[in-house]
């Protein structure tokens, strides 16, 4: 059996005021330290977030990429995923992390990319963004829960079986139109 520990929202990543949510990120991530699997059969599939890459050195980020939070969340989630990593050495837990990218879909954060552009359009208002370079995998929540579904079926051998989860073809925001 496997326990599947997915805290917050979807595009609850970046926030306006990360120093008055640090409580709720360190929370969810908490709750679930806390709901971790006892017994013979220990598996868990903890969905943590590309926050935990910071800015990328490189593109695309891949899971030997460093750890190097720029928000409380994300620094949250590094110390999730080594409490995990923690318990994998210690009690034989057997663990798949999540790296989800750019999440978008049904209950994404207005304050995320993807909604804000499709909330300033239906408004008919001019969609400005600061800067069209940076890249990004938007993946869709049914696809990050596609994949959350077949990490349930993978067999883990060595706890290092995280992943970045990737939806599709990286894209710029200058190319969403």
């Known amino acids: 059996m496997w326990w599947c520990i997915w805290p917050g929202r979807v595009g609850g990543g970046v926030v306006p005021g990360p120093v008055e949510n640090l409580a709720d990120s360190y929370g969810g991530n908490r709750f679930g330290s806390r709901s971790l699997p006892r017994g013979a059969n220990r598996k868990l599939i903890y969905?943590?977030?590309a926050e935990v890459y910071g800015r990328p050195l490189r593109s695309p980020v891949g899971e030997d990429h460093p750890l190097s939070a720029r928000s409380p969340y994300g620094a949250a989630?590094?110390?999730a995923e080594k409490l995990i990593e923690a318990?994998?050495?210690?009690?034989?837990?057997?663990a798949v992390?999540?790296?989800?990218?750019?999440i978008y879909g049904p209950g994404a954060s207005s304050e995320s990319l993807?909604?804000?552009?499709?909330?300033?359009?239906r408004k008919g208002l001019p969609v400005l963004l600061r800067d069209l370079r940076p890249v990004?995998?938007?993946c869709f929540v049914t696809d990050l829960a596609e994949a959350t579904a077949s990490a349930c079926s993978s067999r883990i051998e060595d706890w290092r079986s995280s992943t970045s989860a990737r939806c599709g073809e990286p894209a710029?925001?200058?190319s969403l139109r």
């Not at 993807?114 to 359009?121: E, G, K, V």
């Open 47 to 49: 969905v943590s977030s």
């Open 77 to 79: 989630k590094i110390g």
């Open 87 to 94: 318990f994998v050495h210690a009690f034989g837990l057997r």
């Open 97 to 102: 992390i999540l790296r989800p990218f750019s």
């Open 114 to 121: 993807i909604p804000r552009i499709i909330d300033l359009a």
């Open 136 to 138: 990004r995998d938007y």
């Open 172 to 174: 710029s925001s200058g």
